[in-house]
């Protein structure tokens, strides 16, 4: 008989940027509310864990929580590296603990897949890999093993989207025809790690940062995209890589519709906001246009401080944005997290556990298949992103990287039987 299931552990694997500030506060917040249990955290070496066991923001906001560090920063040099560490974390875990996988883009599949092979749920940053073909392949080995896996593309759950999906679907902004999306993230974060990932053979800010806009277009929407092309502006990082760090992008759409997509890491260190962001989609109705402005950069806050903070990016003048991912206090020991990133992670984990929480009080092969009935209503529901909902998402990836390769030539998508891109004749 299987147990009840109510506190997974939690794998993260990855200590960078998207850990600290985002997965981590949610996950202790998780821990505090008795979701989940032990949280562990696998790094390539040392440095990052130590700077997450130190941060003072995590000490003051969660006082007396802490991870279980590999490697242990404290018996380990700084210079060493334990690339394959990640292995033996998920195969000691557990089987059906969340393995979360917040590392560079181009390691989720091997990630999720040794994840799912160890038993492991998976929540990956987006974009979950990087073809198509790898995301069919996570997909079926989930349903395969009863595992769920989600996506983190937390668009989705910031709450103006899902407004526009609503009106959307029920016809009251008829039908997408124009639109242009921009997200620019700081100057800084080329000083940052990603200068040694996000570098032309890896990646590229459209597929960093482009996918937010082109995914949450088909959720709202419900289009899927039929033809990208991306120009991309080379330019070094300090440390001499080179990245496409401007990026100019249009998708087609199935419905002949046509979004523009830019985005940058430019966004100027002394600027009010944490980045620029925003996207305007205009529609036809049937007498008349419909519309959807998104600020999402500037959500309505002004504030001037009397103090600069030291971090690179700290302003006196800010633009603060509520809504993304801020730690409150809202009384408790702890302090809250609140935001569309703290509800999409969140959701995710409630995802695994509600794959796990079908299946209570069954065995074998019924167990099995009543975890899958959970993963294709959940898939259904289309508010998670998952591989079988949203591997659009990995086929404009594809076509992207090939267009901007290639000097912004237009990549076709086919769907049907066979989905693949191909340079448009
Ligand atoms: N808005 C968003 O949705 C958003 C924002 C930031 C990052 N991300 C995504 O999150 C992922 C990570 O981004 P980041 O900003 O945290 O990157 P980062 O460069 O700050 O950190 C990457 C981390 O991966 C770890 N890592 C690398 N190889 C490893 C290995 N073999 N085993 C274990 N750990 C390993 C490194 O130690 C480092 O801690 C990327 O896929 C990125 O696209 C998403």
Redesign the pocket.
Known sequence: MCKSYEKPQVLL???????EIQILPTLYHLQNTGLIGEISI????GP?LRKIAESRTLHNSFPGQSFKPYPDFNKVGDDEVF?D??KEVLSDAPQRSVAVV????Q??YPMAKEALNCGHHVLA??PLVLKYTEAVELEKLALDKGLFVGV?Y?KRFDDRNLIARGKYRSGELGEFRLGFASLIEPWYYRN???QN?CTTENSDMFT??GC?YVDAVAFITGLLPTEVSIYGVEEPYPNGRMGYLWTDGRVVWENGAVLAALNGMGYPNIAPGGNSQGMTLFCRGENDGALVIHDDQYRGVKHSYTVKGDDEGDSYYNEVSPDYFKLLDMGGKAMTPVGYGHRSVENIIRAAIRTEAAAEGKTGDEALQARRHMIEAIDKEGVIATPANSSYNELVIEAGRMSITSGGRPVMIEYGDNPHVHFRD
């Open positions: 694997i990855g200590g960078g940027m998207i850990t696998v790094a390539l070496n990052p690339p560490l990640f917040a590392v560079p883009d390691l989720h940053v987006k983190e937390h940052s790690n990603f990932w960093y940062i937010h």
